[in-house]
């Protein structure tokens, strides 16, 4: 027998269920569910290999170890992230109509998709400044854009997408969660 303190395992059962969020997505549809998830898969691989293609490419071939494509593998990457952040949780959606998502989840989805989010714009912003550079400063482009700095940034750009995403995630699952337990939406998301 557990010490008085601790709740017995079956305890906290009902109360579990009553804190998930149930995802509707695309609940108003119930006979497009299996069509829709099928085409979402479908998106789900392509964008899969064409971004996995995009990174194997920029890795193996030394014509594109230039800063442009290093950049674009990385944007490749993240893209990567996040369609493992959403399409799973979208297609689970699809197939398993109010399956529940406790907040734990939700937080940790949400905390993924906003960190690669914040990560990419970051990633978008050097981009830009690397063409700029590129194309104002020729000359200069080569010394400037050393492979040190591109390491750099792409580090800075992903590490700066976790505390934006962290401090955005804590303040918005401070908040008591009351009403009701469906979200429109298939992902757990901040709209």
Do not use: K
Not at 73 to 81: P, T
Not at 175 to 182: A, K, S, T, Y
């Amino acid at each position: 027998m557990p010490p008085f303190w601790e709740a017995p395992p079956w305890a906290n059962q009902s109360r579990a269920r009553e804190l998930e969020f149930v995802l509707l997505g695309f609940a108003h549809v119930p006979s497009l569910r299996p069509m829709l998830a099928a085409l979402f898969l479908a998106a789900f691989l392509l964008t899969m290999s064409g971004n996995s293609l995009i990174v194997l490419l920029t890795s193996l071939d030394f014509g594109l170890r230039t800063p442009m494509y290093f950049f674009l593998r990385q944007l490749a990457l993240v893209e990567i992230c996040f369609s493992l952040d959403v399409a799973p949780r979208l297609l689970v959606t699809l197939l398993q109509p109010g399956r529940g998502v406790s907040p734990t989840s939700c937080a940790l989805q949400l905390l993924l998709v906003l960190s690669c989010v914040t990560s990419e714009c970051f990633l978008l912003m050097v981009m830009a400044w690397d063409r700029f550079l590129a194309i104002c400063r020729p000359l200069r482009y080569g010394a400037i854009m050393s492979p040190q700095l591109c390491y750099l940034l792409a580090t800075t750009c992903w590490l700066a997408g976790i505390p934006v995403a962290l401090v955005f995630t804590i303040w918005l699952f401070n908040f008591p969660f009351c009403g009701p337990r469906g979200i429109r939406h298939f992902f757990c998301d901040i709209a």
